[in-house]
């Protein structure tokens, strides 16, 4: 079974910056493809990035030239940088581990961590 554990969340002001990670245990991380989804009240829960073993990636149009994915295989954790951050990114951001090739709102495991609350407010 995989355990997913976010932190990095906060409170922060438009056009700032935070850094999410999620650290797994109880598998081989490096065989996994990592996705951050958020979900905000009312909302669906969408895709923000992913990234796959071999560290190809993909973004929500939303995000793209302001957040970054990444991962350490040798730490277990998958990053994401956040830059000039808006309003409407305030959501709970949710780690999701999978596997095979990119294929957001495809879920072939139920690994999800508990979530961290990123809020962008002045």
């Known amino acids: 079974q995989v355990q997913l554990v976010e932190s990095g969340g906060g409170l922060v002001q438009p056009g700032g910056s935070l850094r999410l990670s999620c650290v797994a245990s109880?598998?081989?991380?490096?065989?996994?493809?990592m996705y951050w989804y958020r979900q905000a009240p009312g909302n669906k829960r969408e895709l923000v990035a992913g990234?796959?073993?071999?560290?190809?990636?993909k973004y929500a149009d939303s995000v793209k030239d302001r957040f970054t994915i990444s991962r350490d295989n040798a730490k277990d954790t998958v990053y994401l940088q956040m830059n000039n951050l808006k309003p409407e990114d305030t959501a709970g951001y949710y780690c999701?581990?999978?596997?095979?090739?990119?294929?957001?709102?495809?879920?072939?495991?139920?690994?999800w961590g508990q979530g961290t609350q990123v809020t962008v407010s002045s």
């Open positions: 999701h581990a999978d596997y095979g090739p990119l294929r957001p709102g495809y879920y072939s495991t139920n690994y």
């Open positions: 109880g598998s081989i991380f490096s065989r996994h493809t």
């Open positions: 990234i796959t073993s071999g560290g190809g990636t």
